[in-house]
């Protein structure tokens, strides 16, 4: 079993920053890549940053050039670092990663609990 811990959320007001953290636990052999994903209430969860083990990055467009997406392979952890916050920003956050458990496991999925993000405008 592995597990993913976020911390960071709170109430911030439009313009500040916050940074979200997420730390994974358990059998792992292999972290893919880990990522970050929102679900504002009444929407879809939604795909806001992504990082493999070789580093590439993808951003979602509405965060582009505000958030910045880092991991730590020795510590299983990555990290969100949120610039600019703007009140549509809003949301739920959680976190996410593509993992093996073994050398000849099939690729497992696992999500966080959330930690929420609220940005008063």
């Known amino acids: 079993q592995v597990q993913l811990v976020e911390s960071g959320g709170g109430l911030v007001q439009a313009g500040e920053s916050l940074r979200l953290s997420c730390a994974a636990s358990?059998?792992?052999?292999?972290?893919?890549?880990m990522g970050w994903y929102r679900q504002a209430p009444g929407k879809q969860r939604e795909s806001v940053a992504i990082?493999?083990?070789?580093?590439?990055?993808n951003y979602a467009d509405s965060v582009k050039g505000r958030f910045t997406i880092s991991r730590d392979t020795a510590k299983n952890m990555v990290y969100l670092q949120m610039n600019s916050l703007k009140s549509e920003d809003t949301a739920m956050y959680y976190c996410?990663?593509?993992?093996?458990?073994?050398?000849?496991?099939?690729?497992?999925?696992?999500w966080g609990q959330g930690t929420l993000v609220t940005v008063s405008s």
């Open positions: 996410n990663s593509m993992y093996k458990a073994s050398l000849f496991s099939r690729e497992l999925e696992v």
């Open positions: 358990g059998s792992i052999f292999r972290i893919d890549t």
């Open positions: 990082i493999t083990s070789g580093g590439s990055t």
